[in-house]
């Protein structure tokens, strides 16, 4: 199934008779869109990956509210009880991808065995169920490419489900590696127990999720360490451990990647910025962008969409 659309009315009335549409939750499912007001659900999904582009898609799974935007993308694993939404000035371009039942196991139980293995088993090769990490991931070098090739192949009215089968293999096969490499992060934390190793990831990725979902308003040590139902003292410990900075330099650092889009895509003044990102001041905002991507003011307003792209993932 590919549902796409650039329209805000048309998107939200598709997006409500989906669930009911028999296919769902049968087959692959690729779901494009550009909107300024769209709702989604709840109903349950299948494994799914997700990304946002010009603005903010907010998911509801798990009891969170986690906020999808330029800098990242997020997996939602097989069976999660999940709606979205999308309230925004100006259009955003949402891209999800639902794979049908089955399709990931096969693929995930056949990466795990050597060609020796598969050459002697053939096609009777078991299937593996993925447990995939649901926190926000910055884009990569890894899973991003495939979105981006997807999302660019959609927009141009590709309708070829054999093709879009293939690009789903490579991209569970990236989404495979990627999980790989988080695991061996968690092993590497200086921390003796494995169990305790991944409770600590999960917990600082509930609060890290909160950050970039709330950056936009004042939030403090006290609600952030609640998040991860941490003490303030271990929180801090434990942030610094797993993203090499502080719970308040990551919250500026997002800030400052927010506001240099901002600037270089819209019309609105440096102040408004300061005030739509959570900067109390002109100056900050400035300041905050040269610390984290070393771009002065002038510079800032005359750069490219590569550069943004270039300095927002720095």
């Known amino acids: 199934m590919l549902l796409r659309t650039l329209s805000d009315n048309a998107f939200e009335n598709a997006e409500q008779q989906l669930c009911y549409d028999p296919r769902w939750g049968r087959e692959n499912c690729i779901m494009l869109r550009r909107t300024r007001r769209a709702e989604l659900g709840p109903c349950v999904h299948t494994l799914s990956i997700r990304a946002a582009w010009g603005g903010t898609e907010v998911c509801r799974a798990g009891g969170r509210d986690i906020g999808i935007d330029d800098d990242n993308f997020l997996i939602l ?111 590497a934390l200086r921390l003796t127990r494995a169990t305790t190793r991944r409770e600590v990831f999960r917990r600082i990725g509930h609060a890290a999720d909160f950050m970039q979902t709330n950056y936009a308003r004042p939030i403090d040590l006290d609600e952030i360490a609640k998040v991860a139902c941490l003490s303030k003292y271990h929180f801090l410990r434990l942030f610094s451990l797993v993203h090499g900075v502080t719970p308040f330099s990551y919250l500026q650092r997002k800030r400052a990647r927010v506001a240099l889009r901002l600037l270089r895509t819209t019309a609105f003044t440096v102040a408004e910025v300061a005030c739509s990102v959570g900067f109390g001041q002109r100056t900050t905002v400035l300041r905050q962008i040269r610390r984290w991507t070393g771009l002065r003011p002038l510079q800032i307003r005359a750069g490219t969409l590569d550069d943004l792209r270039g300095a927002t993932h720095a």
């Open 77 to 187: 694993n097989h069976g999660r009880f999940y709606s979205s939404s999308i309230r925004a000035l100006q259009p955003v371009e949402s891209l999800a991808i639902c794979f049908r039942p089955g399709l990931a196991e096969r693929a995930c139980g056949a990466m795990a065995v050597s060609l020796d293995r598969a050459l002697s088993d053939g096609d009777a090769l078991a299937g593996v169920e993925p447990d995939f990490i649901e926190n926000l991931q910055p884009h990569d070098t890894c899973i991003t490419p495939v979105l981006q090739f997807i999302r660019r192949h959609a927009l141009q009215g590709v309708d070829d489900e054999a093709w879009y089968e293939e690009q789903l293999h490579f991209l569970l096969e990236r989404m495979q590696r990627h999980r790989q490499r988080l695991l061996g992060e968690i092993d």
